[in-house]
């Protein structure tokens, strides 16, 4: 492994685990700050694409515009619903429990659209990664509770406990989509890829550029948001003082952007099996960091389930079966040359 490959493995976890830090502080701070904060990533990917990828505008598409349009709305769907569903009473470990079902989603879609076949041994697996989120959402369903500032009577609480209910199974049915839309996107790109050539930062550039204008719609809802990031206690960091929901968003803008660098890096400079197992890595990381630093609920339930999520995930991906194959010793061949 090259020194370039090794600091874009540190860098994904760097990068990708305080980011995920980061976004949970900013939804702690305001549950509905999710759409915000993935405008704001939208807005600082697309500026340094600009200056970089895109040449101050005279760089030539390798893709044609109307097949970014596609593939811009499957991008820009999926990342805002995931983030808006924490305005939904979705806990952080059971957001990225979801998310690490993405290979499911992968799979039915390639099956239903490109009408593919897979071995036996990755059925298993996505039915391994099903039962895992199946058992997670089930154990969250009991922890489902708003923040209240006043206390209300026996009736009153268990009518509000079931608008909670109502309410965190919406957030359970935009997960899913986002989770759907995002695995039709990986077989679009896949396509695009196939016929125009793989060019990724590109992508990434006009997949955070054009979706500017579809926040415009939004307009009030985000600066509802700023008003009340700007309102929050202040806090001095490197003798600047600002409110500290302002810094948790630029951390985690800033952050984002490392971290989406640092996985775009790996996949040109490692093979797929090191980039899956750095990524599935990350995301046990991450939720280990999410559920023992912020005292997230998390029952034996929930760990059952995220074992069934992450060994089907390792299993699906054939990271499971080559690491066994090298553990293994090498059968010696008997035959001997007389």
């Known amino acids: 492994m090259n020194v370039i490959a090794a600091l874009a493995i540190c860098m994904v976890f760097v990068g990708c685990c305080s980011n995920v830090v980061f976004l949970e502080l900013v939804v702690k701070e305001d549950p509905g700050a999710g759409n915000l904060a993935t405008f704001l990533q939208f807005v600082f990917i697309a500026v340094i694409g600009f200056c970089t990828v895109g040449k101050f505008g005279t760089a030539k598409r390798n893709i044609p515009f109307k097949q970014y349009l596609m593939l811009v ?11 808006y569903a924490f305005d939904f009473n979705i806990s952080m470990p059971l957001h990225m429990i979801f998310r690490a ?52 009577d026996a009736v009153e609480e268990e009518r509000l406990k079931f608008i909670d209910w109502l309410w965190w199974c919406l957030g359970i049915a935009i997960l899913t989509f986002a989770l759907f839309v995002s ?36 307009a009030p809802n985000l600066i509802g948001h700023v008003k009340l990031a700007i309102e929050t206690p202040v ?32 996949t040109t400079e490692c093979a797929s099996l090191t980039v899956t197992l750095t990524v599935t890595l990350r995301k046990f990381v991450s ?47 008997k035959k001997k040359k007389i």
């Not at 709305?73 to 619903?81: D, E, H, K, L, Q």
């Not at 630029?250 to 952007?257: A, K, P």
Request: aromatic letters at 14%; hydrophobic letters at 50%.
């Open 73 to 83: 709305a499957f991008f820009w769907t999926s990342s805002v619903a995931n983030n």
């Open 101 to 152: 079902g993405s290979l499911m989603a992968n799979m039915a879609m390639g099956v239903w659209i490109l009408k593919k076949r897979y071995p036996p041994l990755k059925y298993l697996a996505v039915f391994m990664i099903s039962a895992g989120i199946a058992i997670c959402t089930v154990q969250s369903s009991g922890d489902v509770k708003a923040p209240r500032e006043t206390h209300e």
């Open 183 to 218: 695995a039709r996107m990986g077989i679009f790109q896949e396509s695009l890829y196939g016929k125009y050539g793989k060019h990724p930062w590109e992508a990434l550039y006009y997949t955070h550029l054009m979706p500017l204008v579809f926040w415009l719609p939004t």
């Open 235 to 266: 806090v001095e960091v490197l003798g600047v003082t600002l409110p500290r929901q302002v810094l948790w968003l630029t951390l985690y803008i800033v952050t984002q952007g490392l971290c989406i660098s640092a996985v775009y890096v790996l």
């Open 287 to 333: 939720l280990l960091f999410s559920i023992l630093y912020f005292r997230n609920p998390f029952t034996l339930g929930h760990w059952i389930g995220t074992l069934l999520v992450f060994i089907g995930t390792l299993i699906f991906t054939e990271v499971l079966q080559k690491s066994v194959a090298l553990l293994l010793p090498t059968p010696v061949d």
